[in-house]
C-alpha cells in the first residue's frame, strides 16, 4: 500500500504563512500539514517565556498565523512533533529546529532582504547565530536542498552572499509575482497618499522617526493620506509619533497592504517588501532605498505562477532520493524549463 507524501509547512509572519498556503495548494498529492514558526533549545525556552514575541515565533505574527490556519481548516502540526515528514518547506532559515534538518528541506524567498549592515558583517565574520543580522543572512544556513528566489537581480545577490549556485533556482514568489492582480480590491479608498512605516526599531536598528514624519509632511503638502503600520512595529509608540505632526490622518494597524498601495497615487515608505508592488505598478515611490537596485532585483511578474513552479521544485525533491540531494544539490539533475525562458 502506497502513502502520500507528507510535506510540513512552517510559517511565521502572516506574508511567510500565504505564500507556503498557495504553494500547497499547489500540491493536491501530497499530505500537508501547517506549523507556526517554533525553536528549540535556548530559543525555544525564551519563546516559552514570552521574551520573542517581538519575532515571528510569537506574540501578534502567530496569532496571526493561527488564526489565518484556523479559518482556513489547515492541519496543524506544532513543532513538527506528530510525523514524520518527507519535505519541509520554510520561508527562513535564519532559526531552523533540529527535528527538520535531517529530511528534505526547501527554502522559499519571503521578499526583501535587510541592508548588509556591521551585524552582517560581525555575523559572517564570526560565525555568530543568523538571527542576529535578521534577513540579511538569509540563505548562509546552507542546511537546505533548494532555495527558490524572486528574480535572476536576488540569484545573483544570494551567490555574492555565498549561496551554492546550485541550490537556488528562480521561481518567482507568490505575493509578489502578480502585482497587477492587487487593482482588483475592495479597499474602500482611492487617490491618496500612502506612508507605509517599518519595524527598524523593533530591529534595534537606528530609526529617526521624527525626521521620517517631518519629511513625509514635506512631500504630502495637504493632500489626503493614509498611514499603514507594519505588524512588528510598536503600535502605541508609532501612533503618538504621528499624531503629534498628523492629528486626523488614518491610521490602518491591519489590512491588506498590496491593495492599499494599488489604490494610492504615492508611496512614501522605507523598507518594506511591498515596495516592490508599487514598482510593478508603476508608483511614484518615495523609499529609504536605490530604485535602481530594486528594479535589478524585482521579483518576476508571471501572473500568479510562482506557487505552481515552486510546487515543481517541491516534485523533484521529493521524487530525489535524500541521500542524492545530499550528494549532489538539485539543480545538478533538474534544470526547470522556465529558467531559460524570459520570465519578465
Known sequence: ?????????????????????QIAQQLPECDRYFSPFYADGLIGLLTRLGFTNFTILGGRHRQATERYLREHHLSIDYGSKQRTYDLV????????????LNTRLML????????EDWRFNLVRTLNLPRYLANTAATGLSHAYHAFCVASPGYRDLFIRKGVNPDKVIVTGIPNFDHAAGYLNNDFPHHDYILIATSATRETLKFHDRKRFLQRVKALVVGRPMIFKL???????RATREIRRYFP???????????????????????NTS?????????????????????????????????????????????????????R?????????RWETQDLF
Do not use: W
Open 328 to 336: 549532489r544539490p538539485l539543480r545538478a539533475h533538474f534544470f526547470p
Open 230 to 236: 507594519h505588524p512588528n512595529e510598536n503600535i502605541d
Open 89 to 100: 518547506v520554510t520561508c527562513t532559515d535564519l532559526l531552523l529546529p533540529r527535528n527538520i
Open 274 to 326: 511591498a515596495i516592490f508592488t508599487a514598482l510593478a505598478l508603476g508608483k511614484p515611490i518615495h523609499c529609504d532605498l536605490d530604485l535602481s537596485t530594486l528594479r535589478r532585483l524585482m521579483p518576476i511578474q508571471n501572473g500568479g505562477r510562482s506557487a505552481e513552479r515552486i510546487a515543481e521544485v517541491c516534485r523533484q525533491l521529493l521524487q530525489t532520493p535524500l541521500a542524492e540531494l545530499n
Open 108 to 115: 522559499v524567498q519571503e521578499g526583501m532582504l535587510e541592508a
Open 248 to 270: 486626523e490622518v488614518p491610521i490602518y494597524t491591519e489590512g491588506n497592504l498590496h491593495h492599499m498601495i494599488a489604490n494610492c497615487d504615492m508611496l512614501i515608505a522605507q
Open 1 to 21: 500500500m502506497t502513502t502520500n507524501p507528507k510535506v510540513l509547512f512552517i510559517g511565521g509572519s502572516l506574508n511567510q504563512t500565504t505564500i507556503l498556503h
